[in-house]
């Protein structure tokens, strides 16, 4: 695939993103992506590796390598270099119902397993893929595909994500008469609050909403099941419910302090901020406001690097994010060999506008909050911290310890925690009568039926935190079992 050389003559090109300081002036998406000569270089890049590792979609030592959707990316790559962009679209498509999203949100580890990547930097696969899907809208080669008949089956799917989204999308299209209940205003679930606008700009959430509406799925908004319709409401009108609700239990920190105002959950940070920009350009005054504060973000992930370029666009006056774990290495270790994801040291967006702007990277290694402190009115000040210590124990367990003479004092008037979430929240799901463990539906993968007859579970709900790629996989997979289950055999791929 690609040029047979082309591994040899091109080198991956940084992603073309915009002025890390510039940026920081606005709320629009911080990539741009590369000129179309550039993408064929890039595509051209694309072994002939006979056994593309890239499109396997697995979990090694705990973390997704290659792409769950199996994206046939060789194909693709190989299109893009004969710049035969329409092909490459529809071969994009086979695979994945929202390459708009992937492509601008997923952490990729399609290219952590890439054949190139075992030596010389990895094809420049998730770039490519956002293109060709921008290419197709540009274009006008998405157009809405309304389906010929319809079978008479009605189908429920509880939370608007991108699990409920791709199993929408792929019933609708087997004939199903499908409608979507999101409790928030707006649908899209964690694409739309839970993702900041400059990673993924909401015109591009609501233009495919537009489009499934037209392709004949029922979005119904502001309305909470379980609350506003019953359970058995559902169970009486459809032949089917799948439950797509997420894991939206945040998890808290246990701390002397805690109870300090200023103190917020990262999610309820960035849903606020975004809805009040989407309501009216924050002139409502409806969100949590960092201009000219000490923020802290606890937590080393994704989420918490998101309210850091949150907080840097509203002028904070510093920011810190603090994680738990050591720095990584800027290269793989022996324990951490390709195809397996490559925990390496990265300079995410966020990151690069804290040191354009502040001159230095905001993230902390290693460091433990031992307390929180409020001034006399009861507001945040200050954060009492440790550094520690990773070892490793003689059963080769892991475990940290505190580093004696290593505590510091943070000003802090604002602290978010970006700690991860512990699951799906329950009442609903007690509702439905549905068995839980862990606060995970229980429902086998693969198989996606939970204890009740005619409800199935999928995405995040049913798998815990994940990636928007796996919450994918699974509402095309929970589709096909839903419609064998209504029809005896499915139409689906």
Not at 247 to 261: M, N, S, T, W
Not at 297 to 306: F, K, R, S
Request: aromatic share 8%.
């Amino acid at each position: 695939m690609g040029k047979t050389t082309g591994f040899m003559e091109y080198p991956r090109q940084k992603p073309n993103d915009r002025d890390a300081f510039k940026r920081l002036n606005g709320w629009e998406e911080y990539s741009s992506p590369f000129s179309d000569t550039m993408l064929s270089q890039q595509g051209a890049r694309c072994m002939d590796c006979a056994t593309p590792f890239c499109h396997m979609g697995m979990e090694i030592q705990g973390m997704t390598t290659g792409c769950p959707i199996h994206n046939l990316i060789p194909e693709w790559n190989d299109l893009v270099y004969r710049e035969r962009w329409k092909e490459a679209l529809d071969r994009l498509l086979k695979t994945n119902n929202f390459p708009e999203f992937t492509g601008r949100v997923c952490p990729a580890p399609c290219e952590g397993a890439c054949t190139v990547a075992i030596s010389d930097p990895a094809v420049t696969i998730k770039n490519i893929e956002r293109t060709i899907i921008d290419k197709g809208f540009e274009n006008g080669w998405i157009k809405a595909r309304i389906p010929d008949k319809r079978t008479g089956k009605k189908i429920a799917i509880i939370g608007s994500g991108p699990a409920g989204l791709a199993s929408a999308d792929q019933l609708n299209q087997a004939g199903h008469h499908v409608t979507v209940y999101e409790r928030s205003d707006r649908a899209g679930g964690l694409l739309i609050y839970g993702i900041p606008n400059m990673k993924l700009e909401k015109e591009i959430v609501e233009r495919r909403i537009q489009l499934l509406t037209l392709e004949g799925i029922n979005f119904i908004t502001n309305t909470e099941v379980g609350k506003d319709i019953s359970a058995c409401e559902l169970q009486n009108e459809f032949d089917a419910i799948i439950l797509c609700t997420g894991a939206q239990k945040q998890r808290d920190l246990v701390l002397h302090g805690r109870e300090a105002k200023g103190i917020h959950l990262a999610m309820d940070y960035l849903t606020s901020t975004t809805k009040s920009f989407l309501d009216s350009n924050f002139e409502d005054g409806q969100f949590i406001d960092t201009k000219g504060k000490d923020v802290i973000v606890i937590g080393g992930g994704d989420t918490g690097a998101d309210c850091v370029a949150t907080a840097l666009r509203q002028n904070c006056r510093s920011v810190v994010q603090f994680g738990k774990h050591p720095k990584l290495p800027t290269s793989r270790t022996p324990e951490n060999m390709w195809p397996a994801y490559p925990n390496v040291f990265t300079l995410e967006y966020a990151y690069e506008e804290a040191e354009a702007k502040f001159g230095v990277d905001p993230r902390e290694y290693s460091i433990q909050t031992k307390k929180i402190v409020a001034d006399e009115k009861g507001n945040v000040k200050e954060l009492h911290t440790i550094q520690m210590k990773k070892s490793k124990d003689n059963n080769g367990n892991y475990f940290y310890k505190e580093i004696p003479g290593s505590e510091k004092i943070w000003p802090a008037q604002l602290v978010f925690i970006a700690i991860g979430f512990e699951g799906t929240e329950e009442p609903l799901l007690t509702q439905f009568g549905v068995e839980i463990t862990n606060q995970k539906i229980n429902a086998a993968y693969g198989d996606y039926k939970t204890n009740i007859d005619g409800i199935f579970a999928a995405g995040d709900a049913r798998r815990g935190q994940s990636l928007i790629v796996w919450a994918i996989n699974e509402g095309r997979e929970v589709a096909r079992k839903v419609d064998c289950y209504l029809m005896g055999s499915s139409v689906l791929s």
